[in-house]
């Protein structure tokens, strides 16, 4: 039978669950747009090509601190991933449609700015 990861938590020490909440807290905060580029092992000229726009507005782009949400799925998509935008509730998270990559019916609402957390 699987065991709650509650539970499991629970059975640890004070100081094993405040590593875990310390490691939790830096994953979900995220990573600039840069350092995922980076990490990917793509430079701003490779992306700007795959793009289709300048390396200067590449650098441009990185430094915002908003963007369009189809401007953020376009950097995504030129990096080989996909955009989900997913709403955390306490009882549970939801995943938004009308702003997913693959979401066939592409209205207005997926150029709304999104603030970019880092």
């Known amino acids: ?23 939790h807290k830096e994953t979900v905060a995220g990573m600039p747009l ?9 430079s701003q000229i490779k992306l700007a090509e795959t793009m289709q726009i300048k390396q200067p507005t590449v650098a441009r ?18 990096m ?8 955390h509730f306490p009882e549970g998270s939801i995943s938004i449609k009308e702003f997913s990559t693959d ?7 997926s150029d709304r700015k999104v603030r970019q957390v880092s």
Do not use: C, N, W
């Open 61 to 78: 782009l990185e430094k915002r601190t908003d963007l369009y949400i189809s401007t953020l799925r376009g950097v995504i998509e030129a």
């Open 34 to 42: 840069q350092e995922l580029r980076r990490a990917r092992g793509i």
């Open 80 to 87: 080989g991933g996909s955009l989900e935008i997913v709403a």
């Open 103 to 109: 979401d066939s019916r592409k209205t207005s609402r």
């Open 1 to 23: 039978m699987a065991k709650k990861f509650a539970d499991l938590i629970a059975k640890m020490s004070p100081e094993a669950q405040a590593r875990i909440e310390k490691r």
